[in-house]
């Protein structure tokens, strides 16, 4: 859940308040409590010491008829709701009251917050010379003094919930005028920056009231439209000239281009010229490498070719001197065979 600034002030106030009423309903009460009760335990102290006193020739001389009196006298007090008056055997000398109370075993009370019963017993000695001859109990009804304790808490509560009422309203009227300006501060922000996506600039300024925080705040923010404003207009400058410059860019973007393409024109047109005389070499190359390997394979069959020419005449003459002998031999081979035939005779 979000709250605003003025919520939180008045919850903020609220809240402090009210701490600050808890504690001093607490402090006051305690304090009124503790008054009541010490006041009670003096009253007390002092209607048994002053009783006691009264009753003394009494209990000396035992003269009960009187006692009775007195505690019938005592009993016209407000809040009291017993007397006693005992001996020192703890005799009953004569009593008045609640009998329920009589009745119980008495037991003094030393602090009225620990009182269970609603009656806060105490007892003053009867002496004399020192010696002690009896004493009186007597027990006070505090049901009227938590009444009015519980009055005062209920009455300081009241009021305290009075002023925690009186401060929200007065928060929330504080708040309402101090966030009043903050409000115009929260809006105005917003209102800027639609009109920054819609590219307008003409807001109005705030008003300024007074000369607190707020109308610093105010002003400063007022400064920062101004400063906007003005950065913007600058900025539609600059963003004009950006504009005129990436046009020029891309014309000079444009005639690059042109003077780019045109020489990757001739580099290319150069490139295969290059490549053409490359090619060119490649083939003069490929042709003298054929042309000297012609030639040492001439040179490698014309040396055996000369070689056997040259001894063609000689081997003619040899070869006619082989046949000559041939015949030769032949002759004489059918000569030596017909002898044989003739004569039988191997020679």
């Known amino acids: 859940m979000k709250l605003s600034l003025r919520n939180k002030t008045i919850i903020s106030i609220a809240l ?170 929260r809006i105005a922000p917003k209102e800027v920056s639609r009109n920054i996506e819609k590219g307008n600039f003409n807001h109005t300024k705030l008003p300024v009231n007074g000369n607190d925080e707020l109308a610093e705040v105010t002003e400063a923010f007022n400064k920062l439209i101004i400063t906007l404003e003005t950065e913007h207009a600058r900025t539609e400058e600059y963003q004009k000239d950006l504009e005129v410059f990436n046009h020029t860019l891309e014309e000079k973007v444009k005639q690059r281009t042109l003077l780019l393409n045109e020489r990757n024109s001739q580099l290319e047109k150069s490139n295969q010229e290059l490549h053409s005389m490359q090619q060119q070499l490649i083939h003069a190359e490929k042709m003298a490498s054929i042309g000297q390997l012609v030639a040492g394979i001439a040179h490698e069959i014309n040396n055996p070719i000369g070689f056997v020419s040259s001894n063609l005449n000689t081997l003619k003459e040899y070869t006619g001197t082989y046949c000559e002998l041939s015949k030769q031999v032949q002759k004489l081979l059918a000569i030596e065979t017909v002898e044989e035939k003739v004569y039988g005779v191997k020679s």
């Not at 009494?58 to 407000?78: G, H, K, Q, R």
């Open 16 to 185: 402090i308040e009210a701490i600050l009423l808890i504690a001093l309903i607490f402090t006051a009460v305690n304090f009124m409590r503790g008054s009541l009760n010490e006041d009670l335990v003096k009253r007390s102290s002092t209607i048994a010491t002053l009783f006691a006193s009264t009753t003394k020739d009494a209990v000396l001389t035992y003269d009960l008829a009187s006692l009775e009196t007195y505690c019938s006298e005592l009993m016209n007090n407000p809040d009291i709701a017993y007397v006693r008056i005992v001996n020192n055997k703890n005799q009953v000398l004569a009593e008045a009251g609640d009998k329920s109370l009589l009745a119980r075993k008495f037991l003094k009370d030393e602090k009225v917050e620990l009182v269970s019963d609603g009656i806060f017993d105490n007892f003053a000695n009867i002496k004399e010379s020192g010696h002690v001859y009896g004493r009186v109990e007597l027990g006070i009804d505090i049901s009227s003094i938590n009444l009015s304790v519980k009055k005062i808490q209920n009455w300081t509560t009241f009021i305290a919930l009075i002023e925690m009422l009186m401060v929200a309203l007065f928060s929330f009227v504080l708040g309402s005028y101090l966030t009043r300006q903050l409000q115009g501060l």
